[in-house]
Nanobody, 118 residues
Framework: QVQLVESGGGLVQPGGSLRLSCAAS????????MGWYRQAPGKQRELVAT???????DYADSVKGRFTISRANGKNTMYLQMNSLKPEDTAVYYC????????????WGQGTQVSVSS
């Protein structure tokens, strides 16, 4: 099973930007689907964005036009570029992956905290 480690979170003012990284234990180009999730206090974990092995991306409506998911296969890393951040983006962000089309999600990591506040 692939192991994933998130990093890059922090405190940022509304309108600011952050880039999250997700380091994978194996070559990302071979992973069927990778994605970013987030969980705000008192809320369920939600899917933010996904990227397929072919590079197809998909986003939650709440982040479309502001967030960009990408993968650097040579570095075994996936990114989430977050621009125009809003207080409602405050959450713990997690990455996850499905190795094959029939795979379940990998084990959850510790995530990285993103706080948007003035």
């Amino acid at each position: 099973q692939v192991q994933l480690v998130e990093s890059g979170g922090g405190l940022v003012q509304p309108g600011g930007s952050l880039r999250l990284s997700c380091a994978a234990s194996q070559r990302t180009f071979s992973i069927y689907l990778m994605g970013w999730y987030r969980q705000a206090p008192g809320k369920q974990r939600e899917l933010v964005a996904t990227i397929s092995s072919g590079g197809t991306t998909d986003y939650a409506d709440s982040v479309k036009g502001r967030f960009t998911i990408s993968r650097a296969n040579g570095k075994n890393t996936m990114y989430l570029q977050m621009n125009s951040l809003k207080p409602e983006d405050t959450a713990v962000y997690y990455c996850n992956a499905r190795l094959y089309s029939y795979s379940t999600l990998a084990s959850w990591g510790q995530g990285t905290q993103v706080s948007v506040s003035s």
